[in-house]
């Protein structure tokens, strides 16, 4: 017997900033435990969650190792929907160019929650 | 999608993330101290008005009886765990913790 993949449309909600707590962290890598399952992936940076892609994070000082540049590797793990709240970013005086340099797509608040609609499962963190 | 907070939108943004991420008619439950924002007169309360025009607000009765929360911001539905869920069932879940 063959075995099937079931594909179901999963969305990773960040919602937390990095460092503070272990969420964004966590976060990051359950997406990438499950980049290995075929699933469709995405991930949603929504309020303090876009911090996460702030540039020039650097964790030295604090004693911890980042995971910023983690996120260049999501292209390779085939993680390539990656959506950011316009509002949100506004929200904290951040801009497209305050980000780093990966594959995003800033949208409305509105168009993020169509797309959280269409998910069959949605993992908040 | 249901919307499910845990956390009481008094002392952090939780309500006002739902809420911007929310479709008409979805419904919200509160549990846990996500419950505070039921008192009524909280400050919260001009939201929770406005939100209900459009979406219903559930409250867990078990939540609400722990922390002695008996005077409810009018329109606000009671459920106890098994209204809970029957909510779960019925939806996908967004849980806003």
């Not at chain 2, 008996?70 to 909510?87: A, R, W």
Request: hydrophobic share 40%; glycine share 4%; net charge negative.
């Amino acid at each position: 017997m063959e075995d099937e993949i079931i594909q179901k449309k999963m969305m990773f909600i960040m919602r937390r900033a990095p460092h503070g707590s272990i969420y964004s962290y966590e976060g990051l890598e359950v997406v990438l435990i499950t980049a290995a399952y075929d699933q469709d992936i995405s991930m949603t940076f929504i309020d303090d969650g876009v911090f996460a892609l702030k540039k020039d994070q650097n964790t030295d000082g604090i004693g911890i190792k980042g995971f910023m540049k983690t996120y260049f590797a999501l292209d390779d793990y085939d993680v390539q929907k990656l959506y950011v709240s316009e509002e949100s970013l506004s929200d904290r005086g951040l801009k497209r160019d305050d980000l780093i340099d990966i594959n995003i797509q800033i949208m409305s608040q509105k168009e993020i929650t169509n797309i959280m609609n269409e998910q069959d499962v949605l993992f908040p963190f | 999608m249901l919307h499910t907070i845990n956390k009481s939108p008094l002392t952090n943004n939780v309500l006002y993330s739902c809420i911007n991420y929310t479709k008409e008619n979805d419904p919200i439950l509160l549990y846990e101290d996500a419950v505070f924002v039921c008192q009524k007169g909280n400050k919260l309360e001009p939201i929770i008005n406005n939100t209900l025009k459009k979406n219903p607000i559930y409250a867990l009765k078990e939540d609400l009886d722990a922390r002695g929360i008996t005077n409810l911001v009018d329109g606000i539905k009671i459920i106890n765990y098994s209204g809970f869920v029957d909510l779960v069932e019925q939806h996908k879940v967004m849980s806003w913790l």
